[in-house]
């Protein structure tokens, strides 16, 4: 059985478009479903809770943001559902890393379900499937329990499953910017460096100053009275103390041809 978990942006007049040829591929290919729509009242996460009550071996699909894939994916460590997204928005990151096109011919790879299984990372008690940022200026790392990071002149750490081995939103065409982290190798991969930053009319590139393999991170405040605050796959925020580590279990995910993993 298929579900369709809608982002709550979709409802602007300017996406209609987009929907309708997405709604008629699906139906074409015979993998059309059932509609979940956001809204204030329902989040992501709650919406798949709830569908994998009703069928845990479902095929739950996210239309709209890499945010809300992320959101929404979380629910389902450790059942046998199996993810698909299609992006409807060009600045995708993950559509890339997934190998998707945007808009209606992701359904052609939706109805293929050709699917990878991937790790996911694990922030004390809770899941992320693609990144975390936090700046190091006033936090104690350490690395696998066994050795002591001291950043010098770093302005920002990011620990990666999935996602670009860059700070950038968005990334070029050249190869060395289309470098993903291996979310299927059990470990994370932590990027040390500077992000880009716009001076005056200027604009800074950005500085990667180290890049190492863990499987597992902890940070600490330095001072108990300033707060270390992770940002988690760009949308909630943890405050430190924190444990992070690869989880034990995979997720299946519905990949295209063209994806860097």
């Keep these: 059985m298929y579900f369709y978990i809608y982002d709550s942006f979709l409802v602007k007049k300017k996406y209609s478009k987009m929907l309708s040829k997405i709604e008629t591929r699906l139906a074409s290919l015979d993998v059309a479903g059932r509609k979940h729509k956001l809204s204030i009242l329902k989040s992501a996460s709650e919406i798949t ?18 945010k809300t894939f992320c959101e929404a994916v979380l629910p389902l460590v450790g059942t046998e559902a199996v993810v698909g997204f299609i992006p409807t928005e060009n600045k ?17 790879v939706i109805s293929a379900r050709r699917t990878e299984h991937v790790n996911l990372g694990k922030i004390n008690d809770q899941y992320f499937f693609s990144s975390i940022e ?21 302005k920002l750490v990011k620990v990666i499953n999935l996602d670009f081995l860059c700070f950038r939103e968005r990334i ?14 059990n470990y994370l991969e932590v990027l040390m460096g500077t992000p880009q930053q716009k001076l005056f009319f200027f604009n800074q590139k950005e500085k990667r100053d ?9 940070i600490d ?3 108990p009275k300033n707060e270390v605050l992770i940002k988690v796959d760009q949308k909630n925020i943890i405050k430190a103390p924190a444990l ?6 995979k997720l299946k ?8 993993i």
Excluded: H, W
Excluded at 50 to 64: H, M
Excluded at 134 to 142: C, V
Excluded at 244 to 249: G, R, T
Excluded at 253 to 260: A, E, F, S, T
């Design 49 to 66: 809770n709830k569908i994998i009550e009703q069928e845990s071996s479902s095929t739950i699909v996210v239309i709209g943001s890499d």
């Design 253 to 260: 995910v519905i990949v295209g041809k063209d994806r860097l």
């Design 172 to 185: 070029s065409s050249s190869s060395e910017e289309k470098m993903v982290g291996n979310p299927k190798d």
């Design 221 to 223: 405040p330095k001072n």
């Design 210 to 218: 180290s890049l190492f393999f863990v499987k597992r991170l902890s």
């Design 244 to 249: 992070i580590e690869i989880a034990k279990e």
């Design 92 to 108: 995708s990151l993950l559509a890339e890393i997934l190998g998707l096109p945007v808009g209606e011919y992701a359904c052609d």
């Design 134 to 154: 936090f700046e190091p200026r006033q936090s104690l790392i350490l690395a696998d329990e066994k050795y002591q990071i001291i950043p010098k002149r770093i």
